[in-house]
Every structure is written in C-alpha cells, then in structure tokens.
C-alpha cells in the first residue's frame, strides 16, 4: 500500500508558526526573563512572515487548505497584530503580575487557527482553525487570575462563544446534507449545476453561519460579549483580540460567502444588509453614554465591524479589496490607541476610565498628541488612514449601487465622531484633577512610533496599500 504525504511547502508558515509556539512553550521552563521570551517570539514571528513569502502558493490535502494571495494577506494583519500586542505587552503584564511565559505562547496558538481560518479551503479546516483561535484567546482573557473581571470576561466570552461554535456546526452539517461536501469550491458548484440559491434549507443554512461569523466579528445583535470582555481583560489582550479574530472572522465571511455561495449572493445580502446598519447603529449610539475607554472602543469596534460589512455585501473585488484595506488600517489605528492606554496603567492607577483623560495634554502633550492621531483616524478625519479606509469602502458600496446605506453609515460615522473627539476634549479643554504619571517603556515605544508612522503615512500615501490588497484578490 502506497502512502503519499501531501505536499506541505503551501502550508509552512503554519508549521515553522507551531513549532515556534511549542520553543516559546518549552523556553518558558528554561528561561527566568519574560522579556527574552517576548523577543524570541517576536524574532520567531518575523521568521515566519519571511517563510510566508517564499513558500510556494497552492492548494495541499485535496484543497482542504488553500494558500493564495487572499490568506497571505490576511496572515500579513495577523503577523502586525502579533508582534505589536507583544511590543505593549511586555511592561504591562508586569505591572499586572501576570508575567507568565505562556502568554506568548497562547497569543502564538491563537494566531495559528486565524491562519489556518484564512487558508481554509473546507467547513472543516474552517471550524478547526476557528476553535484553536478561540480556545487560546478564552484563555488570554482571564489571564488576570487575581481580578474578578478578568474572570467574567472569560467566562462568558467562552460560554457565547461555544454556543456560536454550535451554531456554525449546524449550519455546516445543513450545507453538507444539502451537497455531500464540505469543500467550499465544490459547494459553489453543487448549488450552481443543482439551481439550489433559492433554495430555503441553504438560506437557514446561510443564516446560522452569518450568526456564527458575526459573532466572531462582533456584529449586532451578536455583540453581547464584547463590552465585558473588552473591559474585563487585559488590556494588551483587548487589543489583540480586536484586530486579529475579527480579521480572522472577515477572511472566512469573505471566503465562505464569495465562493461558496456565490449564486446564493441575493439571499445573503438580504440578511448581511440589516446586520450592517443594526452593527453601525448599536456600536456608534451605545458608545456615546460609554465613561470607559475600554468599553467605548468594545463599541467603537462593533460599528467598525458594521462598515468592513459593506466591502462583503457589495460582493464584487473592489469591495472585497476595500475591506481588506479597511482591516489592516484598523489593526494600526485601534492597536495605536491601547498603547496610550497602557501608557496610563501603573501601580494602583487603572486608567480605564474617560475622566482620567483629563488636562492630559497639559501634563503629558506626547502621549495627548499621540491619542489625538487615533482618535482622529477612527473618526476617519483626514489626512489620517482612518478616512482612507472609510472612503474606499464607501466608494466601493456606491459603485454597486448601495448609496442609500452608504448615507446610512455616513450618519452613523458623523455620530461616532462625538465620542472620539470627547476624548480630544478632555485631554486639551478640560485641567488635570489627578497627577496621572505615565509608564513608559521601550516596547510600548516602538509600537505607538510604527502605529502613528502607519496611520500618518498610509492616509496620506494610500494608493500602495489598496493596490496590494487588489493584488491579493486577482486570482480569488
């Protein structure tokens, strides 16, 4: 009997990724400083993104797993978000007494099944991925053992989040009676030669996935667990988990639904357009009464969510490019703005709470400035990436002919410029009521130079990035 190993040179990055992940665990046993383990990750991190650019494209194990320019994009956000969650990591889990060295290898795992997720060629490697990101990143929210609200967020960010895994294995379990497979290219074709996108037990299949994927992204009404969870962990994991499961969570919608069930696409725009405007509208009105910043920006990712949507439901390229575009500015933006946060975070001083922005930029003009530049680009003012990426996305929508929710999120992104700019107000037309001293570190540093470079340079040079996420779709 012959035995044939499949080909593994289109899946390297995710091997030399294990591997490292399984080094930052046993390293963890051998080495005292924490710090060393966070720059071999880092260090290790890179590596794979170099194997990422010289493995050769392709699909391997029967198209289960597919490596394209598509993934490879997605994986490069997943790469940023990694080596920028450990860069302000690194001073705030010790001023948290959580230095542990298997929080770098946890944030590792985690990033592993956002890979996979972006390669998957099939509802099972899909559903692998998934549960490999989502078991580390339960983990990673109630890494503050000591606090209770550390606790709460993984409790019920793993209760949510098992009951929406269900949700995805029935819908998957309904396409595979429908078709006899669960290979994404041979659904399209089953439900093309068949006539199935009309086809009632397919759109309750559609449903429960876009319930399961909007979990992932947190989308309303399956928003639920994103403000405790953002506010209860740790601060560099909020981070983490607002960049990388939620582009992990855009690649499958993209993947799923434009290939899938490509001749399905009315049906699934019918229920992907309510979703869009009630995410928008959830995540940009609750934010207004928010007096945590954690919470606010829990909310402020909700309605970013909403817009990415629009780059899905115009289903053409331009859309889909501009939803990449879309996530790899906010990765920068969003990330650049828990740095700051972190900055705050000291020894007995939380700095979680809005007010404590007050007179900031009387006592620290730095770090104000630098707050500023974020908040500026998750408003999406110019000349910062944030209105880059918002016109893009907007522009795509209208070319295929949805102005009118493009009006739409143009209304709701004026509403969220209130609770970005308060902040701005409060740092600059309001005087210091405590003497907030600053934790600065090298690592944190480094981040918010790359993050601010990144939300600068890209609103006012944007043509390269959208140009390589059009590239990344050519053979989509």
């Given at each position: 009997m012959n035995f044939q190993l499949p080909d593994l040179a289109p899946m390297m990055p995710e091997l030399v990724m294990t591997a490292l992940a399984l080094v930052v665990l046993l390293a963890d046993l051998l080495i005292r400083k924490k710090e060393v383990i966070a720059l071999i990750s880092m260090a290790g991190v890179a590596f794979v993104a170099l194997t990422l650019f010289y493995a050769p494209g392709g699909a391997t194990f029967g198209t289960m797993y597919i490596s394209d320019g598509y993934s490879t994009f997605f994986k490069v956000i997943f790469f940023i978000n990694v080596i920028l969650s450990v860069l302000i990591s690194i001073k705030y889990i010790a001023v948290e007494r959580v230095n542990y060295g298997e929080y770098y290898s946890l944030i590792l795992f985690s990033t592993i099944g956002m890979m996979i997720m972006a390669s998957a060629g099939d509802l099972i490697v899909l559903y692998l991925g998934l549960e490999l990101m989502a078991l580390s990143t339960y983990v990673l929210a109630g890494f503050i053992r000591h606090d209770i609200k550390s606790n709460e967020a993984a409790l019920k960010y793993f209760l949510l989040g098992a009951f929406s895994s269900a949700f995805l294995l029935y819908g998957i379990s309904l396409v595979y009676g429908l078709t006899g497979t669960t290979d994404i290219k041979a659904i399209a074709s089953f439900i093309s030669e068949k006539g199935l996108a009309d086809n009632l037990s397919l759109l309750l299949s559609v449903a429960f996935l876009v319930v399961a994927f909007g979990f992932k992204i947190a989308a309303a009404p399956f928003?639920?667990?994103?403000?405790?969870?953002?506010?209860?962990?740790?601060?560099?994991?909020?981070?983490?988990?607002?960049?990388?499961?939620?582009?992990?969570?855009?690649?499958?919608?993209?993947?799923?639904?434009?290939?899938?069930?490509?001749?399905?696409?009315?049906?699934?725009?019918?229920?992907?357009?309510?979703?869009?405007?009630?995410?928008?509208?959830?995540?940009?009105?609750?934010?207004?009464?928010?007096?945590?910043?954690?919470?606010?920006?829990?909310?402020?990712?909700?309605?970013?969510?909403?817009?990415?949507?629009?780059?899905?439901?115009?289903?053409n390229n331009d859309g889909l490019a501009s939803m990449m575009n879309y996530l790899m500015i906010y990765a920068f933006m969003n990330i650049g703005a828990f740095a700051v946060i972190i900055m705050l975070r000291s020894e007995g001083f939380k700095g979680d709470n809005i007010s404590d922005y007050e007179g900031l930029a009387k006592t620290h003009p730095l770090a104000a400035m630098?707050?500023?530049?974020?908040?500026?680009?998750?408003?999406?003012?110019?000349?910062?990436?944030?209105?880059?990426?918002?016109?893009?996305?907007?522009?795509?929508?209208?070319?295929?002919?949805?102005?009118?929710?493009?009006?739409?999120?143009?209304?709701?992104?004026a509403i969220s410029a209130y609770f970005y700019l308060r902040i701005v107000m409060y740092m600059y037309m309001k005087e210091p009521k405590t003497d907030v001293s600053l934790?600065?570190?090298?690592?944190?540093?480094?981040?918010?130079?790359?993050?601010t470079v990144a939300v600068l340079v890209i609103g006012v040079l944007p043509a390269s990035l959208l140009e390589l996420a059009k590239a990344a779709i050519s053979g989509f």
């Open positions: 928003h639920m667990w994103a403000p405790d969870v953002y506010e209860g962990a740790p601060t560099s994991i909020t981070a983490f988990m607002s960049v990388g499961p939620k582009a992990a969570g855009f690649a499958v919608l993209g993947r799923v639904f434009m290939v899938a069930f490509a001749s399905a696409k009315v049906d699934w725009a019918v229920i992907l357009i309510p979703v869009a405007i009630l995410t928008m509208a959830v995540g940009n009105i609750v934010a207004l009464s928010q007096t945590n910043i954690k919470r606010m920006l829990a909310y402020s990712s909700i309605a970013h969510a909403g817009y990415a949507l629009l780059g899905i439901i115009t289903a630098l707050m500023l530049i974020f908040m500026f680009s998750l408003t999406g003012i110019p000349p910062t990436a944030g209105f880059i990426g918002k016109l893009y996305i907007f522009m795509s929508a209208i070319n295929a002919g949805y102005t009118w929710l493009v009006v739409i999120a143009v209304i709701f992104s934790t600065t570190s090298f690592s944190n540093g480094v981040a918010l130079a790359v993050t």
